[in-house]
């Protein structure tokens, strides 16, 4: 069974940062298969792409709403996948979550939200002053 943790989030004041982990158990060679994905969701809204990486490390793509400011990055020893966040706003509050997508490819177009196979908790991340 596929789990996937996320941790890190917290309350913090515009313009300071955050790293999310997103922590997956699952075998060595299914881990190295996997698609990342990060996606968030604040109060009354719909759940929204953020950052995604590839199997490999090798492609990444952020939403232009976080672009510049957010880095995802993975650690494959580790099996963790990490979002930093830089310059948070008030607007990035949200429950963030992780996900992983078995084929492991990504382009601009897929993985879509209900392509994603496995699904964290979620972590909550506050922006306040």
Known sequence: QVQLVESGGGLVQPGDALRLSCVVSVSDRAFNSYAIGWF???????????????????????????KGRFTISRDDAKHTVYLQMNMLKPEDTAVYYCAADSYGVITPNRPRLDEYDYWGQGTQVTVSS
């Open 40 to 66: 968030r969701q604040a109060p009354g809204k719909a759940r929204e792409f953020v950052a995604v990486v590839n199997w490999s490390g090798s492609t990444t793509y952020y939403a232009d709403s976080v």
